[in-house]
């Protein structure tokens, strides 16, 4: 019987495989117990990702307050600075906090730049200062976040640049005790006198309507935004939606201190 120390052997390498096969199973499931919960994390990132504003605008949403007012001392811009409606607004925002600064002492030392620039070249770019005049109406025209933030940054280091927030977020901020200055426009709603100006540092939209305020309350039921307009109105109450189609067409720029 020559062949049975070949069956032998072969029985012998079948039984190594059955057992090396079983381990291979066994390593098998321990991994695909550690790879399930990996590739849920993995999935579930990226679904928030993929809706991560929606999910953010419905958590502000249900943490909200139904109603806010929070009670921010007006300022007038009028009559020394009819152009002057940034840097009421921000004087307005600073005084909340209890730092004591003139929205005078803001338009003096704010960045500003000329209406033309270049030998008339160029326009000028809110961006990097206020532009034209304040003090003579009808001979300004606006400033951006840039240059407010940096002249607020001159008196405290609480102050926050918030631009390209939603308008929701901006209200959630508000509801959490924070007043927020926004760059809007006269009639708190989207104007249709855009205007597109070539300037030494690229592109800017810009609106003669350009106007800014602070934003001091809200009710969620009557869709409602309460804002303190440097024309000499508290708690001016504005349609909620209008305001926010405003803000977003003048860029989404917002200011707040924390």
Same mark, same amino acid.
């Given at each position: 019987m %020559?062949?049975?120390?070949?069956l032998?052997c @072969?029985v012998s390498?079948?039984n190594?495989?059955?057992?090396? /096969?079983?381990?291979?199973?066994k390593?098998n499931?321990k991994?695909l117990f550690?790879?399930?919960p990996?590739g849920?994390?993995?999935?579930?990132?990226l679904?928030?990702?993929a !809706?991560?504003?929606?999910i953010?605008?419905?958590?502000?949403?249900m943490?909200?307050?139904?109603?806010?007012?929070?009670?921010?001392?007006l300022d007038?811009?009028?009559?020394?600075?009819?152009n002057?409606?940034e840097?009421t607004?921000? #004087?307005m925002?600073m !005084?909340?906090?209890?730092?004591k600064?003139?929205?005078?002492?803001?338009?003096?030392?704010?960045q500003?730049?000329?209406s033309?620039t270049?030998?008339?070249k160029?326009r000028?770019?809110p961006?990097?200062g206020?532009v034209?005049?304040?003090?003579? #109406?009808?001979?300004?025209?606006?400033v951006?976040?840039?240059p407010?933030y940096?002249?607020?940054r001159?008196?405290t280091?609480h102050?926050v640049? #918030?631009s390209?927030?939603n308008?929701l977020?901006?209200?959630?901020l508000?509801s959490? @005790?924070?007043?927020?200055?926004?760059?809007t426009?006269?009639?708190?709603? $989207?104007?249709n006198n855009? %205007?597109?100006w070539?300037t030494?540092a690229?592109?800017v939209?810009?609106?003669?309507?350009?106007h #800014?305020?602070?934003?001091? @309350?809200?009710?969620k039921?009557k869709k409602?935004v309460?804002l303190?307009?440097p024309? @000499?109105?508290? !708690?001016?109450a504005?349609?909620w939606?209008k305001?926010? %189609? /405003?803000?977003?067409?003048?860029? $989404?720029?917002?200011?707040?201190m924390n």
């Amino acid at each position: 019987m %020559q062949f049975l120390p070949a069956l032998k052997c @072969g029985v012998s390498l079948l039984n190594q495989s059955q057992s090396l /096969s079983m381990k291979i199973k066994k390593i098998n499931l321990k991994y695909l117990f550690l790879i399930i919960p990996i590739g849920l994390i993995f999935v579930l990132s990226l679904t928030y990702l993929a !809706n991560k504003n929606q999910i953010d605008d419905e958590l502000n949403w249900m943490t909200m307050k139904e109603k806010q007012k929070l009670n921010v001392p007006l300022d007038n811009q009028l009559p020394d600075l009819p152009n002057g409606c940034e840097v009421t607004s921000l #004087a307005m925002l600073m !005084n909340y906090y209890g730092i004591k600064v003139s929205k005078n002492e803001l338009a003096q030392n704010i960045q500003h730049v000329d209406s033309f620039t270049d030998n008339g070249k160029y326009r000028g770019n809110p961006n990097q200062g206020f532009v034209g005049h304040m003090t003579v #109406a009808n001979a300004g025209w606006c400033v951006y976040n840039g240059p407010l933030y940096n002249v607020a940054r001159k008196y405290t280091n609480h102050i926050v640049n #918030a631009s390209d927030s939603n308008f929701l977020k901006v209200l959630k901020l508000v509801s959490d @005790g924070h007043p927020v200055l926004i760059i809007t426009t006269t009639t708190f709603s $989207r104007v249709n006198n855009m %205007q597109t100006w070539e300037t030494n540092a690229g592109k800017v939209n810009v609106t003669p309507s350009s106007h #800014a305020c602070v934003i001091t @309350g809200y009710n969620k039921k009557k869709k409602i935004v309460y804002l303190n307009n440097p024309y @000499g109105f508290k !708690n001016q109450a504005v349609n909620w939606h209008k305001l926010e %189609q /405003s803000y977003d067409q003048q860029g $989404r720029q917002a200011l707040y201190m924390n």
